[in-house]
């Protein structure tokens, strides 16, 4: 079997293979990265590169429905949400045409001399981008885009699940008029990750996985003195803790755990319940959740054989460690995992500390926003989190005291294509989307004129 393949996880049929890059490509794709930083980004304005980024906009939009089959087959994203993930690209892509100018206006400095003095926000070179197969298009342009309009050029090394994706999106980039050595695709082996970190043409990383992978980047990025970007795990919270509405706040838990059939790094995985709403809340998302149909497209297959025996191993343990299921059988059909919900779940289990990526949501009762806290913060991961609480005082006090990159007060994911994202602890470092986001590979060079 090719290193590259398709494997649809709904059916195990495999569709297509593709070789892993020679070492020829990879140097090839080094070069023309290097050659365009050069000749290219350095020589182009902000502006023309935001007029690329609009018409990347405009086909992300008109490709939605070839891009979304695509990423069904790889993947088993289901349709509906493969084709809002397009758009959502797109609208990553329009909002940085559209505020790249503003975001990298000079930034005049006041200093005690009296001296004009600025900040120029200009590309550093060649960044690396390893990506993950769970959000094949939104992943790979949150990273990319705003580093081409930089002024950077970017080496993609997609997951390996997922090279039609990677295929697609670099002409994508191609025909909306980018240069090639801009968008460089690249099936890489592990080796030749490594190499290519350490090659003195790369200038950063940017690397959206798990945090056992994000360990060994960040080492090789340090041995070569190269920044990175990590985006890795999650185990966010969900908080209800003041509500006149326990339906609404049903309905967004679910949102928040099921989404990309419950792939997503900051997806909400502990529903956490203050007392006096707990019985309600836990019966009333015990029957949502086992309402959730694959027939109907609420959710998908996990994404490969090797995610369903994962996510099916880990909820053993909890349930052989005295943990409680109350809906779901930790019996997949396939890949089809059927939504569960565990609970009595104690700080001595594996599963306490551990992401579960997939369709499964932790259920736990707290006294007090004190306790409520304590929990949140029990976690090696730090990414996101969720309050629900009509008190909007309390959630901030609440939301203060989480050691996490985001707090959305009131719904799951308020993202949106120029809020930053990210997390700390072992979610990672660095930012995301946004201007915050789009300094992160930025040559921050000073100028200062004499009188």
């Known amino acids: 079997m090719g290193a590259f393949a398709v494997i649809d996880p709904a059916t195990g049929a495999t569709h297509a293979e593709y070789p892993a890059a020679t070492d020829a490509e990879v140097e090839a794709g080094l070069s023309a990265a290097q050659k365009t930083y050069q000749e290219w980004a350095r020589t182009t304005t902000v502006a023309e590169r935001a007029a690329l980024a609009q018409r990347l906009a405009d086909l992300f939009v008109e490709r939605k429905d070839k891009l979304a089959a695509i990423i069904n087959r790889e993947m088993g994203k289901p349709l509906h949400q493969a084709v809002g993930e397009a758009e959502f690209s797109g609208s990553i892509a329009a909002a940085f045409a559209e505020h790249a100018e503003e ?36 992943q790979v342009a949150r990273f990319a885009i705003p580093n081409i309009i930089l002024g950077n050029t970017v080496i993609v090394r997609h997951a390996s699940q997922c090279p039609e994706s990677a295929l697609a999106l670099e002409e994508l980039f191609r025909d909306a008029g980018f240069p090639e050595g801009a968008y460089v695709n690249l099936f890489a082996t592990h080796q030749q990750i490594s190499d290519i970190i350490a090659d003195d043409r790369v200038q950063g990383v940017s690397l959206t996985g798990s945090e056992q992978v994000g360990a060994i980047v960040a080492e090789q990025a340090g041995r070569a003195l190269k920044k990175c970007v990590l985006e890795l795990g999650g185990a966010d919270v969900f908080l209800v803790l003041d509500t006149d509405d326990i339906d609404l706040a049903v309905k967004k838990a679910v949102m928040g755990r099921m989404g990309n059939t419950g792939q997503s790094c900051n997806g909400s995985k502990r529903i956490v319940v203050l007392d006096e709403y707990f019985d309600e809340f836990s019966a009333k998302f015990k029957a949502a959740i086992a309402g959730q149909s694959y027939e109907n497209g609420d959710f998908g297959p996990l994404s490969s054989d090797s995610a369903t025996r994962f996510l099916t191993a880990q909820v053993r343990g909890a349930l052989e460690q005295g943990a409680e299921i109350l809906v779901g059988n930790n019996e997949p059909q396939g890949n089809v995992f059927t939504p569960t919900v565990i609970t009595n779940i104690t700080p001595s289990m594996d599963v306490y500390s551990e992401e579960l990526f997939g369709p499964v949501a932790q259920l736990y009762k707290v006294g007090s926003d004190e306790e409520a806290i304590k929990l949140a913060n029990s976690s090696p991961y730090g990414l996101g989190s969720v309050i629900i609480c009509d008190d909007l005082e309390r959630a901030e006090r609440v939301g203060n005291q989480l050691d996490v990159g985001m707090v959305f007060v009131g719904a799951y994911d308020l993202s949106g294509a120029d809020v930053p994202f990210g997390g700390v602890k072992k979610s990672g470092y660095g930012r995301e989307l946004g201007k915050v986001g789009m300094l992160e590979f930025a040559n921050k060079k000073l100028f200062r004129f004499a009188k």
Do not use: H, K, T
Not at 110 to 137: C, H, K, T
């Open 103 to 138: 975001w990298l206006a000079d930034e005049e400095l006041e200093v005690a001399d009296g001296l004009r003095s600025f900040f120029r926000y200009q590309g550093v070179g060649v960044i690396l981008g390893i990506m993950p197969w769970n959000y094949p298009y939104y």
